[in-house]
């Protein structure tokens, strides 16, 4: 990636983490597309790989935190132990669509047949929904405020085979949860 996208991949990520988190029920959808998107139940790979002719995953990070920079609040939706944080952006047909941020606490990296480190640029949402035991909690949505102006952010809890993880995504400008519901032809 360029200089100037790494920038904005830095104030992406902090923006991320400092969005006021709502339940869905008391959030003001911009659209309806947009609330679908934003309350996807499966996967959000799957629903983005049906909008493009390539799906592709840049992984900016993925590596161990300690439990003392995990944020008050993801330690609530998690435990008190170290993250495996995973950083990524979503690419359709070139275009960055989705910022990911996933911590995975070290107690939920055992005993899953998957090695979730290994992951590299395979959408984390692909392998996930292939367990037998896949469940999402804890749905929390938000807006980013970035330079770019503010941006819709989903949050939520998967749990893959009775184990949780924290995966959040902030929607990029040229996502296509902004596509207008009636665009003109």
Known sequence: MNNSMNQSITHYLQALRTIDWQLPDKFNFPSSIAQEWMLENGSLSRLLAKQCQHLSVKLLQNQFIPKSQLLEHERDLLSEEACLLRNVVLQGDDQTWVLGRTLIPQSSLVEQGVDLTQQGET????????????RRDALQVGWGETSHGRLLARRSRLWMNHKPMLVAELFLPEAPIYTKENPSQ
């Open 123 to 134: 959408p984390l949402g692909l392998t996930v929904f292939k367990a037998d035991n896949v």
